[in-house]
């Protein structure tokens, strides 16, 4: 039996240091999933190698359940031997505007991704994982879906659903020996910030800085260590103390 890690939108930012973190602190084979940057998840890909752990690619929109519940179904076909034990369900997307003029396909668009690109991954693996007795899954929340942001009420809710969605699941798995926990970043400097003005967003944040993509891809290891197996149903803030 192989015991894999998935980790969804592994080809850049967090997802990229989830990868890293995990080759570097677990023997799981890492399956790094992406939507379309193929050169960009190849990257990844042979960062993981050249740490001397095994991994693949694997191309599909987390926000579609049909093409998920396809790629996925085909993945498990040809490698029967293949335990998911770890769900990280990192994929996401902003798309920030004033509510007053946000456009229905910006709203379910933030939505479909990360709260449904939760339910399409999730819920392919958790009968397995249910039956396999052991397992741990580790949503990327945001700072957003805990307290709620100005001009992302889309990703504010689509965040806050994820937390809702992870302390229920948590319940209903635990006795298996599953843990289901949230993490919720602040500013973390990758693509998705880039854009922002860091000068001024740092006056917010009494450590004084934006954070980095390798502390929160500690906090996964962590999490996803048998180290954390008390700890479930729980979001854990990553925000340099911009409290909620
Ligand atoms: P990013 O934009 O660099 O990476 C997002 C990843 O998700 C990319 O690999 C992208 O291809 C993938 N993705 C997006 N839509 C997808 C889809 N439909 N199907 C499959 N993959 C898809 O952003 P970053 O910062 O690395 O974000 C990772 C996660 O962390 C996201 O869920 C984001 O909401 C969350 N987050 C980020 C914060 C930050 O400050 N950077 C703060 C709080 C949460």
């Known amino acids: 039996m192989r015991k894999f890690a998935i980790i969804t939108g592994g080809s850049r930012g967090i997802g990229r240091a989830i990868c890293e973190k995990l080759a570097h602190d677990t023997d799981y084979h890492l399956l790094i999933t992406y939507q379309s940057n193929k050169d960009a998840a190849l990257e990844t890909l042979n960062h993981v190698q050249k740490l001397g752990k095994a991994a693949e690619i694997l191309q599909f929109d987390v926000s579609d359940h049909e093409q998920t519940t396809k790629v996925l179904s085909q993945w498990q076909e040809s490698n029967k031997d293949a335990v998911v034990e770890v769900i990280i369900n990192n994929a996401g997307i902003n798309s920030d505007g004033l509510f007053m003029w946000m456009p229905y396909n910006e709203w ?19 009968q397995k994982m249910l039956r396999h007795r052991y397992g741990r899954i580790v949503n990327i929340a945001s700072v957003s879906g805990v307290k709620g942001t100005a001009g992302q009420t889309n990703y504010s809710a689509a965040k806050g659903a994820l937390v809702a969605a992870t302390k ?77």
């Open 108 to 126: 379910s668009r933030v939505i479909d991704t990360t709260l449904n690109g939760f339910y399409n991954v999730t819920n392919f693996f958790i």
């Open 168 to 244: 229920a699941l948590s319940q209903e798995v635990a006795k298996r020996h599953i843990t289901v926990n949230a993490i919720a970043p602040g500013f973390i400097r990758t693509d998705m910030t880039s854009s922002l003005n860091e000068e001024d967003l740092v006056k917010l944040i009494p450590v004084g800085r934006f954070g980095e993509a390798e502390e929160v891809a500690d906090l996964v290891s962590f999490l996803v260590s048998k180290k954390a197996a008390y700890i479930t149903g729980e979001v854990i803030n990553i925000n340099g103390g911009i409290y909620s």
